[in-house]
């Protein structure tokens, strides 16, 4: 791939940066491959972004929702007419095995689609009666305005598709900032854009870190939804900050200590894959990753057994090979850290099942991780156990029974996502009911997702308020109205409407 100079998208034109700050993407597998280099947005991007999609907001609510979603239709097209070196961007940018990142390209050309048929069937506010029967009483929803959207790099395409395809369509501007390790993703959303002929400052694209783009957007009094998927920290910034302007509202989802349950009937070959499944793709770098494997103490001997032996077989390396099962991590920080969950696990006493980091890198210079298995019984004083480790780092806890396997379960600050394999349905709906979790599956792993259900957690995991189709209360207000079809007055709950 040439090396390109980029820009950011505002106002429908491609401009560098004024002070002329400017970052390097790279690929993680081979870091000595320069994707591109982007520009370190600043309060002067910021505040033409801002100011643009606001001038833009009014008449692109006037288009109406059905011409809306006719531009997310065009670009879903052109997603699908791109979608192998769209992938190939992915998997060289983000280190995602390609089928992963055919994958998130699929989802994100889902996501359209989807945004495009609420456009024309979705229900756009509710119809109610009344009391009195000369009444008719709706329910519409407004655009709140202009949306930000914070994107991490694990999904660099389909996430920015979940948080902004709905935005758009249901009458708001969005400004996307994407992750500053996958910004080559963001400028191909742009440029999709763009071929649609998305009317100028609608959906705008600005490069840069955090602490320099993202948080100035967050604060900037014209912008009036932030949507935001990343870490706690970050994300409780966030929600201060958000509390603070009466006119803005937030939906933040902020990963989670995830698990798979497997119950002593559980047929065991779909436990061990929804169990590799769950801890491994992408690295175990995604906000669903599974942690832990509470197992029933009557098949946990059988079931720890089968799963180390198979993760003993997971090909780990480039990106770009269809046969690997997984590719790198995303960078330096990442490695140190699953490195110290690691050197934490044998630190707290586990019994370490499998390291495969002993063995040689796929290349000598690229991020790697290889899985790492342990085992031991539950603690909740246990970091390594609680805390999420964001790589392929997975311990074997065993549990008595269904009610012990959901305690266990709901023993941390998290509550993102959850699954158990099990033949019984009685166990598996006590699960669903018990769980403190915001998704739920049922002999499936834990990971894995789809726009049409809402996606978020509980607790640390998020704000209660999902993303996806959980969206529309965090992008519209609803307007109550009440039409008189009669010549006189009559009001409800007999309250007199005589003048004395």
């Not at 006719?70 to 007419?81: F, K, T």
């Not at 090909?315 to 850290?337: S, T, W």
């Not at 396997?405 to 009911?433: M, Q, W």
């Amino acid at each position: 791939m040439a090396t390109r100079q980029m820009q950011n998208f505002i106002n429908g034109t491609w401009k560098a940066a004024q002070s002329g700050d400017r970052f390097e993407s790279r690929n993680p597998a081979h870091p000595a491959e320069l994707i591109g280099v982007f520009p370190q947005s600043g309060t002067a991007e910021i505040e033409e972004a801002v100011h643009s999609a606001n001038r833009a907001q009014e008449s692109w609510r006037a288009l109406g929702l059905v011409k809306r979603a006719e531009y997310l239709l065009r670009v879903a097209r052109l997603m699908e007419e791109d979608t192998e070196p769209l992938a190939q961007i992915i998997a060289r940018e983000a280190g995602k095995q390609v089928n992963e990142a055919r994958a998130d390209v699929v989802e994100a050309i889902h996501t359209a689609q989807y945004a495009f048929a609420f456009g024309h069937l979705g229900q756009y506010g509710r119809v109610l009666g009344d009391e009195v029967p000369s009444k008719r009483c709706y329910e519409i929803l407004e655009p709140r305005g202009v949306v930000v959207a914070i994107t991490p790099w694990n999904f660099p395409v389909a996430l920015p598709f979940w948080l902004t395809g709905l935005s758009l369509v249901l009458g708001n501007c969005v400004i996307l900032k994407p992750s500053e390790y996958t910004p080559m993703c963001g400028a191909r959303i742009a440029g999709y854009f763009e071929q649609a002929g998305m009317p100028a400052g609608v959906f705008q694209v600005l490069h840069g870190a955090g602490e320099t783009a993202g948080a100035p957007l967050v604060s900037h009094p014209g912008t009036h939804v932030v949507l935001f998927t990343g870490s706690y920290e970050v994300g409780l910034r966030i929600k201060q900050e958000v509390a603070k302007h009466a006119h803005k509202v937030c939906t933040i989802e902020t990963g989670g200590k995830n698990a798979v349950l497997v119950m002593e009937d559980a047929n065991l070959d779909m436990a061990v894959t929804a169990s590799l499944l769950s801890a491994f793709k992408t690295a175990g770098q995604r906000c669903v990753t599974a942690g832990r494997l509470l197992v029933d103490s009557r098949v946990v001997e059988r079931f720890r057994d089968r799963f180390v032996e198979t993760a003993k077989r997971v090909r780990v390396g480039d990106p770009l090979d269809d046969k690997v099962f997984y590719g790198a991590m995303i960078n330096r920080q990442g490695v140190e850290k699953g490195r110290r969950f690691n050197e934490m696990a044998r630190k707290e006493g586990f019994e370490v099942l499998l390291d495969r980091n002993t063995e040689a890198p796929p290349t000598p210079d690229g991020y790697w991780l290889k899985p790492f298995v342990y085992a031991g019984p539950w603690r909740s004083d246990s970091v390594c156990l609680t805390e999420e480790a964001f790589s392929p780092h997975v311990a074997i806890v065993p549990v008595r029974g269904v009610e012990e396997a959901v305690t266990v379960y709901n023993d941390t600050k998290y509550g993102l996502s959850g699954a158990i394999i099990t033949e019984d349905y009685r166990k598996a709906k006590y699960a669903e009911e018990h769980m403190q979790c915001g998704i739920f599956y049922w002999n499936l792993p834990c990971i894995g997702a789809g726009v049409r259900l809402p996606f978020g957690g509980v607790k640390q995991s998020g704000n209660l308020i999902p993303s996806a189709a959980g969206l529309i209360p965090v992008l519209t207000h609803p307007k109550a109205v009440t039409y008189n079809l009669d010549t006189t007055i009559v009001m409800a709950q007999g309250l007199s409407a005589e003048i004395k």
